[in-house]
C-alpha cells in the first residue's frame, strides 16, 4: 500500500498554505508599511479649537490633539516632527479617512458605537464631561453649594436643544440662559449676568490655565464622553501600532511627554503610573 496523501488532506495544506499567503500579503499591505516608507505620518485635525487644535502666535498649529499626533510620529520615526497635518472641518474627520487622505484623525473624535461602525477607534486619550465655569471670587465653592441656592443660581449655557436639561442634570433648579456664542457666554460670567458658564470641562480648564486666579471650578463634572483618535476599518496592524504608542504615552516610557501636554493645556498635574501589577488587568 502506498502512503499517499488523500484528496482531503492535499486540500487542507493548499487551503493552509493559501490563508498563510494572504495573511502575509494583508500584512504587506498595511497602512503602518506605507507610512514607514513615506517617511512621515499624516494626521487630519482642525485648526480652530482651544485647547485641542488651533493655530499659535507663529501659525503653527497647537494642542492637545497637535500633541497625541506626535506622540505616533515619534513612535513611528523617533521624531515627533515627522508630521504633516491636514487641516479638515468636523464634518470630514471620517470621509478623510475613508478615501486615505490622511492616515489617522485626531480631532476630538467622541466615541459612538454608531461612528465605530464607519471607522475602527484607537484606545481613548481622554475622557470629556460638562463642567462650570465660576469667577474666582465666587461665593459658591463646590457644586453642592450651588445645588442648595437652587433657582438663586443663574447657569449662562451655550444655545442648543438640550442646553436646559444638560445643565439641569446637574443643578435641577437653576435658571438657564442660553448665548449665541462662547464668547457672550464668558462675558455673562465676567459681568455677573450669570453665576456659571456650563461648558466642556477642557474648555474650563485652559481657561483656568490661561487666566490664571480670574476663574475657579467646583470639583466635579458630568455626562461623560470618550475622544480618541480614529483610523480606517480593516487594518488590525495599523491599529495596533497606533494604540501601542498611545499605550505607551499614557502608561508607559513616554508618559512625560503625554504628562507634560496634559499639564500645558489643563493644569492637571496626572499621577505617574504605578509600578508592579499592570493596572490594565485590574
Same mark, same amino acid.
Given at each position: 500500500?502506498? %502512503?499517499?496523501?488523500?484528496?482531503?488532506?492535499? &486540500?487542507?495544506?493548499?487551503?493552509?498554505?493559501?490563508?498563510?499567503? #494572504?495573511? @502575509?500579503?494583508?500584512? /504587506? $499591505?498595511?497602512?503602518?508599511?506605507?507610512?514607514?516608507?513615506?517617511?512621515?505620518? !499624516?494626521?487630519?485635525?482642525?485648526?480652530?479649537?482651544?485647547?485641542?487644535?488651533?493655530?499659535?502666535?507663529?501659525?503653527?498649529?497647537?494642542?492637545?490633539? !497637535?500633541?497625541?499626533?506626535?506622540?505616533?510620529?515619534?513612535?513611528?520615526?523617533?521624531?515627533?516632527?515627522?508630521?504633516?497635518?491636514?487641516?479638515?472641518?468636523?464634518?470630514?474627520?471620517?470621509? %478623510?479617512?475613508?478615501?486615505?487622505?490622511?492616515?489617522?484623525? &485626531?480631532?476630538?473624535?467622541?466615541?459612538?458605537?454608531?461612528?465605530?461602525? +464607519?471607522?475602527?477607534?484607537?484606545?481613548? =486619550?481622554?475622557?470629556?464631561?460638562?463642567?462650570?465655569?465660576?469667577?474666582?471670587?465666587?461665593? =459658591?465653592?463646590?457644586?453642592?453649594?450651588?445645588?442648595?441656592?437652587?433657582?438663586?443660581?443663574?447657569?449662562?449655557?451655550?444655545?442648543?436643544? =438640550?442646553?436646559?436639561?444638560?445643565?439641569?442634570?446637574?443643578?435641577?433648579?437653576?435658571?438657564?440662559?442660553?448665548?449665541?456664542?462662547? $464668547?457672550?457666554?464668558?462675558?455673562? @460670567? %465676567?459681568?455677573?449676568?450669570? $453665576? /456659571?458658564?456650563?461648558?466642556?470641562?477642557?474648555? @474650563?480648564?485652559?481657561?483656568?490655565? +490661561?487666566?490664571?486666579?480670574? =476663574?475657579?471650578?467646583?470639583?466635579? #463634572?458630568?455626562?461623560?464622553?470618550?475622544?480618541? &483618535?480614529?483610523?480606517?476599518?480593516?487594518?488590525?496592524?495599523?491599529?495596533?501600532?497606533?494604540? *501601542?504608542?498611545?499605550?505607551?504615552?499614557? *502608561?508607559?516610557?513616554?508618559?512625560?511627554?503625554?504628562?507634560?501636554?496634559?499639564?500645558?493645556?489643563?493644569?492637571?498635574?496626572?499621577?505617574?503610573? #504605578? !509600578?508592579?501589577?499592570? @493596572?490594565?488587568?485590574?
Amino acid at each position: 500500500m502506498h %502512503n499517499r496523501p488523500s484528496v482531503s488532506k492535499a &486540500c487542507v495544506f493548499l487551503f493552509a498554505a493559501s490563508a498563510s499567503l #494572504a495573511s @502575509v500579503v494583508h500584512a /504587506a $499591505d498595511s497602512k503602518l508599511d506605507d507610512v514607514l516608507k513615506r517617511g512621515h505620518l !499624516i494626521v487630519g485635525t482642525g485648526s480652530t479649537n482651544a485647547p485641542w487644535h488651533f493655530q499659535g502666535a507663529d501659525g503653527k498649529l497647537q494642542g492637545f490633539d !497637535i500633541d497625541i499626533g506626535r506622540v505616533v510620529a515619534k513612535g513611528l520615526f523617533n521624531d515627533p516632527s515627522k508630521i504633516e497635518f491636514v487641516v479638515q472641518s468636523s464634518d470630514a474627520r471620517i470621509p %478623510n479617512l475613508l478615501t486615505d487622505k490622511v492616515d489617522m484623525s &485626531c480631532q476630538f473624535i467622541t466615541v459612538t458605537a454608531s461612528r465605530a461602525q +464607519q471607522v475602527a477607534f484607537t484606545l481613548p =486619550y481622554y475622557r470629556e464631561g460638562v463642567g462650570l465655569l465660576l469667577p474666582g471670587n465666587s461665593k =459658591y465653592k463646590e457644586i453642592e453649594d450651588l445645588q442648595t441656592a437652587g433657582d438663586d443660581v443663574t447657569v449662562a449655557v451655550l444655545q442648543n436643544v =438640550y442646553a436646559e436639561e444638560l445643565v439641569h442634570q446637574a443643578l435641577p433648579k437653576a435658571k438657564v440662559d442660553q448665548y449665541d456664542s462662547v $464668547d457672550l457666554m464668558y462675558q455673562a @460670567v %465676567n459681568s455677573g449676568r450669570a $453665576d /456659571a458658564a456650563a461648558t466642556d470641562q477642557s474648555s @474650563v480648564k485652559y481657561l483656568m490655565v +490661561q487666566n490664571p486666579g480670574r =476663574y475657579r471650578s467646583p470639583a466635579y #463634572a458630568w455626562s461623560p464622553q470618550t475622544y480618541a &483618535c480614529a483610523v480606517k476599518r480593516g487594518d488590525q496592524d495599523w491599529l495596533n501600532f497606533v494604540n *501601542t504608542a498611545l499605550h505607551e504615552a499614557m *502608561t508607559g516610557v513616554e508618559f512625560p511627554t503625554y504628562k507634560a501636554s496634559f499639564k500645558q493645556w489643563f493644569g492637571v498635574d496626572l499621577p505617574e503610573p #504605578a !509600578i508592579g501589577f499592570p @493596572v490594565e488587568f485590574k
